[in-house]
């Protein structure tokens, strides 16, 4: 079976994790799968580029080099590790030096011209998985399985030219990856490609944005056809809250397409919506598994939303550093287009709205925003709403946080709200807002940010611990 196993930084940080994916991939070859394998960057790398970058536009050279440095001995002290010896090892150290040097020739000329264009930033950021997929690659060869690194130009990932958060042209990408991978692949060699970069028409390097390694496998998978796309980490799988505040989260596992969707918003490491989207149409099971414990299956993300007796709510998620604006004025109701004009201005003021309520009265529209954006949109309000009649004033409240119950068991079952929020109630916590979907797999509601754990805990042992036991 043809199989995508997509490695993320934390599975690849050093040599011996670097190693340790090799094994994986060498064990489903032994098995009879035909891999293809995806890499991001190793721990920290793309931070590390991101200082060097700001570093170098502001004329620090000494820190940009300092930077360089770091992902300089953290790489090749990975080839020295991943590849013990032999004419592999000496040529990976050669490329990587190669590498580096051309990062420090990019960075030069930034800190000459001091100035950093989201082109030029992209094109610094690749160098995380150029440098970290000739390493896995060669530790592939090391064992003597052919294995041939790919960027994902060469692959032939296409995007446009969104200069950091770039979009898959996804019909040409299809077509590209099965001309340059399909007979690759069935012949056993194993394409080892650079998750998150691409590149545009013209040939220029673009990253993908968030989860652009989860992209390139889906991107990768729906094009070649595999039966399964593997994201290897360093967690047992999904669970069902965060362990930092549930200490007994438990491992889900299996979820719908659906389902995860609405956790990965809430910032569950799973794919973004978008990678899952592709792979629900193309009807590829993911799943989440743990380089660490490679005997455990962990979590299968699949097409059907099973229900489970005692899995009405499977996660309780929660985001933070967002906060709250309230648009209100007697003006508002029944004015066409209010509403309209509040999205529009949060568009441009570059705003990404999380949560929107309105009531029915229409005299007032509350939205959730990151906290990143608050001054901006509450200023492009103020400018835009006030003064014209229809708005009165516009409110903001720092230090919320979104709460979130996720579960296709809640669909259809009647006291699921009750439960929530008599749960949320007893813990002492006050709800400011609340929203549910129409898809009925999540009620989601804002509470004060230092409230989250405490209604996080509450709803988990009402739902998950409670419903477990019967």
Same mark, same amino acid.
């Given at each position: !079976? ?75 002290? /990975?080839?020295?590790?991943?590849? +013990? ?5 000496? &040529? ?14 990019? #960075? ?9 264009? %989201? ?5 610094? #950021? ?11 690659? &060669?530790? #592939?060869?090391? +064992? ?53 970069? /691409? ?23 729906? /094009? ?19 362990? +930092? ?36 149409? =193309? ?46 004025? &007697?003006?508002?109701? &029944? ?13 441009? /003021? ?19 925003? %990151?906290?990143?954006? !608050? ?25 919320? =946080? ?7 068991? !809640? ?6 709200? =009750? ?34 754990? +405490? ?16």
């Amino acid at each position: !079976m043809k199989r995508v196993m997509k490695f993320g930084g934390t599975s690849v940080g050093d040599g011996e994790r670097i190693e340790r994916a090799a094994s994986l991939v060498a064990a489903a070859v032994a098995r009879g799968d035909l891999p293809l394998v995806v890499v991001s960057a190793m721990n920290d790398t793309t931070d590390d580029l991101l200082a060097a970058c700001e570093h170098a536009r502001r004329g620090r050279h000494d820190q940009a080099a300092q930077a360089v440095h770091r992902i300089a001995t953290a790489h090749l002290d /990975a080839v020295r590790r991943a590849v +013990r010896e032999g004419a592999v090892r000496d &040529g990976l150290l050669s490329t990587t030096r190669e590498q580096l040097g051309e990062l420090e020739k990019v #960075l030069t000329g930034i800190a000459f011209v001091g100035e950093l264009t %989201p082109r030029s930033r992209d094109f610094v #950021l690749s160098f995380g998985e150029r440098l970290s997929t000739p390493i896995l690659a &060669g530790a #592939l060869a090391a +064992r003597g399985l052919p294995a041939r690194a790919f960027t994902g130009k060469e692959a032939g990932i296409l995007t446009d030219s969104r200069f950091g958060e770039a979009r898959p042209l996804v019909a040409s990408t299809r077509h590209q990856l099965r001309e340059r991978l399909g007979a690759l692949v069935e012949s056993g060699t194993i394409p080892v490609v650079t998750g998150f970069i /691409a590149a545009d028409q013209h040939g220029t390097p673009t990253t993908i944005g968030r989860g652009g390694s989860d992209f390139t496998a889906t991107l990768l998978g729906a /094009a070649l056809e595999v039966g399964e796309i593997e994201l290897w980490s360093d967690v047992d799988g999904l669970l069902s809250a965060d362990p +930092r505040v549930v200490p007994d989260a438990r491992l889900l596992e299996e979820l719908s397409y659906a389902e995860a969707m609405e956790m990965a918003f809430f910032g569950a490491k799973t794919m973004p919506p978008g990678a899952l989207e592709m792979a629900s149409e =193309a009807g590829i099971p993911v799943r989440v598994r743990n380089c660490a414990r490679p005997e455990r299956t962990g979590t299968a993300i699949i097409e059907a939303q099973k229900v489970h007796a005692g899995s009405i709510v499977k996660t309780v998620l929660s985001i933070r550093k967002v906060g709250l604006v309230t648009v209100s004025g &007697g003006g508002m109701a &029944g004015v066409p287009g209010t509403a309209a004009r509040v999205f529009d201005i949060l568009g441009e /003021a570059r705003a990404n709205v999380l949560m929107v309520s309105q009531g029915s009265s229409e005299v007032n529209i509350t939205v959730v925003l %990151p906290s990143d954006a !608050m001054d901006r949109a509450v200023n492009a309000l103020e400018l835009g709403m006030l003064g014209g009649g229809a708005v009165r004033e516009v409110v903001r409240e720092d230090d919320v =946080a979104i709460v979130a119950c996720v579960g296709a068991g !809640m669909k259809g079952t009647p006291g699921v709200a =009750a439960r929530v929020f008599t749960a949320v109630a007893g813990a002492g916590v006050n709800v400011h807002m609340i929203a549910q979907g129409s898809s009925e797999l999540n009620i989601s509601f804002v509470v004060r940010e230092a409230d989250a754990d +405490r209604a996080v805990r509450a709803l988990h042992a009402e739902f998950v611990a409670r419903d477990a036991k019967g």
